[in-house]
């Protein structure tokens, strides 16, 4: 419901990535993703997590990925669902962010609490 008004507003929001690609493509994905049916976001996201058997344990942040094969997937399905401005890294930081991968180092104390 965002108009032309409240995009101009965001891009005068120092507290935020003033990037107009950016902010035009959140809009017109948040359109994208109202038009669905209820849930249908949060199946398709978790349709693409990794097979438990393959959660990795990074012991250093140069063992974290920047993407994956599933976030690959995520995002050309989004984008062909219409999406914009969306790759497998925001994918794969989307994945992070909803608790699909918990890439904590082995001995973060925040390792696995996305899990209890």
């Not at 507003?9 to 035009?24: C, E, F, M, Q, T």
Request: with cysteine.
């Amino acid at each position: 419901a965002f108009t032309e008004d409240d995009e101009a507003r965001l891009l005068a929001d120092s507290g935020i990535v003033r990037n107009r690609a950016k902010i035009s493509a959140a809009l017109a994905n948040a359109r994208v993703a109202a038009d669905w049916a209820p849930g249908e976001l949060d199946r398709l996201v978790w349709s693409h997590a990794p097979d438990p058997a393959t959660r990795r344990v990074p012991r250093s942040t140069a063992e974290v990925p920047g993407s994956t094969p599933e976030s690959t997937a995520l995002a050309k399905e989004l984008k062909r669902r219409g999406f914009r401005f969306v790759g497998p890294t925001t994918a794969y930081a989307l994945m992070q962010a909803c608790g699909l991968v918990d890439d904590h180092l082995a001995d973060c104390w925040r390792r696995g609490t996305a899990a209890r």
